[in-house]
């Protein structure tokens, strides 16, 4: 057998190991509802399940009653067999989170701080901290790591382009943390925060199962990620979709990225509170987070106050703006405000949907327009099911029974796998 016929059995059957896999992410189970699902057959399923148990990576899980004949053994994921690790940079602090292969959250941290002003250098000594923090007591390294970060990514070389609101520019961030913490580079992605929530909303919110949707990212940014045919799209350089430095006002205010009247000088969060509330006024203390914030603005507007309503709904506004053009564009099915928009989703919503339902051309009148339940926790959820998403590409990335070394047990977060598969965003599961 020539060495090219085996590469592409061999990759066949990876993919086949990742079908199988993925099919069990959603429930347990039998081999025939997965030789249904997969339209492989059940021999061959039997045989893959053996080597994805051999790996770690499922178990049985019981009889599942037949119609008629005998009762089946079902299977399912082994949730414990891997994790993924999240980190998140944004301009008012760090976070981090560990899932374990089935989705479930072991640890999340965050620590404040004013990211701009502690510079790229101590930034990434901070980002690297919290992540042995989450990862300590877990077993071994992560199967993969994804930073989200608030601006343009190169995700050909995985350097971060520019961070308006960091002031971080052509930042190697997999090198800088992989140097940090000890671990190869194969297992690192950077990815944009805003296409990370998209693609949490289309796994686990507003868009589950949506195969068209556009998700608005609001912080002290303003960002969006476009999810078409069930895939993220990035564009060319991986900059597409960045909504926040569309122009809706040409006499506007200046924009830290250096042009004028950008949709982020309205509809940041920044840019919202000055609206609602003048310094030195506690909504705009950002020691107080962004989530009490907006329950103290939601408060503010539930008890009459003018100027708060007011700011609301500009915002409103300058979001329909902008939204207007990007449903012209894309024809989304679905489209998701989140990150500190949705907390305000009951004055947003209305008003955004009742502009596009207005356009007597283009598809606006069939969008609909949701909020996330995810809120301000979205990028770092995306961030987290990318990581995991890394072995359900590849399944043989877990060792086998007979291949794994036994003093493997206790390996430190630095021997991070060294297998060179990138995590995908293909987001059909
Ligand atoms: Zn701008």
Redesign the pocket.
Known sequence: MSESVQAEQVSQRTSNLSVLLRALRRAPRSRSQLAKQSGLYKATVSNLVTELADRGLVRPAGLRAGGHGRPSQLVELRGESAYGLALSIEADGFAALTIDLAGATLIQRSVPADVAALGLDSGMDELAALAEVVCEGLDGPPIGVTISVPGLVDTDCQVLRFA?ALRWRDAGLADLLAARLGIGLAGITVENEANLGAFAEVLAGAGAGVRELFYLSGGIGVGGGLVSGGILLRGARGFAGEI??ITVDPLGDG???G?TG?L??KASFPALLRAAASPPDSLNDPALGVDARVAALRARILGGDQRASAAVHDLGVALSTALSTVVDLVDPEVLVLGGYFAGLAEWLVEPIRITLAARTTGPGRRCRVLASPLGTSAALLGAAHLATERLFADPTLAPAASDRDPSENGRELGELSAASSQASTEVSL
Do not use: N
Request: charged share 20%; aromatic share 0%.
């Open positions: 308006p926040g430095h924009c830290l990225c042009r950008c982020e000088t």
